[in-house]
């Protein structure tokens, strides 16, 4: 996405990206995900999905999924906290 390319143009990819997975938040109304590999657990008030090294939890409210394939996905929703916890797949 050329999105990522500008931003990590700007910002060392420690900034952006945690162990290959990089995520881009607008706040209050949405946040969206590369390399994403699977959903793990979904509610409306949080998501969380299984990234390389680990998983990325997401907290907010009205959470729903605009746009999931190819390991990119859109999450919809008031995106208040994003949390990577390493360790997993």
Known sequence: MRLFDE?????????????????????????YFENVKGITAFAPGGVTLRVKGGEVRVEGEGLLVAQYGGGDLLL??????????????
């Open 7 to 31: 931003i990590a143009a700007r910002l060392s990819d420690d900034e952006v990206a945690f162990a290959g997975a990089k995520a881009v938040v607008f706040a209050g109304r949405c946040a």
């Open 76 to 89: 919809r929703g008031d995106v208040r906290r994003i949390e990577f916890c390493g360790g997993g797949a």
